[in-house]
């Protein structure tokens, strides 16, 4: 299971953390990541993180902006958002998977998922 939170409404150019902890089946031996979904669009990768945290993978459309991270004594991986505009505006889900890959960017490639947190940026 994949418990998400951390989103809210944000005006442009502000700032917030994502957050997500792995329980039950899901653990920290895999990599995490995050992918969003924004109105009328299609699902779309945001970033990624392998298992040791040494490999991070980000969209174009969010590199330099976004940060991730994670903490696998607290089975945790975040999501620092900065520089956020109204297109970052979407339900951001958090994944992972059960299985050593070296593919991170196409939602196939992670087994889980969580609920989603909605992120509004809008003035």
């Known amino acids: 299971q994949l418990q998400a939170s951390g989103g809210g409404l944000v005006q442009p150019g502000g700032s917030l953390r994502l957050s997500c902890t792995a329980s039950?089946?899901?653990?920290?031996?895999?990599?995490m990541g995050w992918f969003r979904q924004a109105p009328g669009k299609e699902r779309e990768f945001v970033s990624a993180i392998s298992w040791s945290g040494g490999g991070t993978y980000y969209a174009d459309s969010v590199k330099s902006r976004f940060t991730i991270s994670r903490d696998n004594a607290k089975n945790t991986v975040y999501l620092e958002m900065s520089s956020l505009k109204p297109e970052d505006t979407a339900i951001y889900y958090c994944?992972?998977?059960?299985?050593?890959?070296?593919?991170?960017?196409?939602?196939?490639?992670?087994?889980?998922w969580g609920q989603g947190t909605l992120v509004t940026v809008s003035s």
């Open positions: 994944v992972t998977r059960d299985y050593y890959s070296g593919s991170y960017y196409s939602s196939g490639d992670f087994t889980f």
């Open positions: 039950g089946r899901t653990n920290n031996n895999y990599a």
